[in-house]
């Protein structure tokens, strides 16, 4: 059975810096071919792509996060990372992990849709204070 727990999050002032992690279990990213992501929720919002990677490790990124975040994986340990620069208050939010296979996709992308046959995470908190 795939888990996915995250872990990193926590309260920065505007500006700082933080870095999320993911474990996965129940699969191999070095041996099978899953999409993964992040996603973030906040407040009274709608839950929203942050970042994606496919299994050969080519990212995406929301336009609000472009240039502040850096999404990779290290295989070996299973785990999914997402960097995240110059954060801002409206960064606060729960963050989720999510992975699928990518049988079921077309591209690896940010959309919640990609990731509906998918698993998460329960999430962790960043609040970015002012």
């Known amino acids: 059975q795939v888990q996915l727990v995250e872990s990193g999050g926590g309260s920065v002032q505007s500006g700082g810096s933080l870095r999320l992690s993911c474990v996965a279990s129940?699969?191999?990213?070095?041996?099978?071919?899953?999409?993964m992501g992040w996603f973030r929720q906040g407040a009274g919002k709608e839950r929203e792509g942050v970042a994606t990677i496919d299994s050969v490790g080519r990212p995406t990124y929301a336009d609000s996060v472009e240039g502040r975040a850096t999404i990779s994986k290290d295989n070996a340990k299973n785990t999914l990372f997402l960097e995240m620069n110059s954060l801002k208050p409206e960064d606060t939010a729960m963050y989720y992990c999510a992975a699928v296979r990518e049988t079921w996709l077309t591209t690896c992308s940010l959309g919640l849709g990609s990731f509906s046959r998918g698993h998460w995470g329960q999430g962790t908190q960043v609040t970015v204070s002012s």
């Open positions: 129940g699969y191999s990213m070095e041996e099978s071919r899953y999409c």
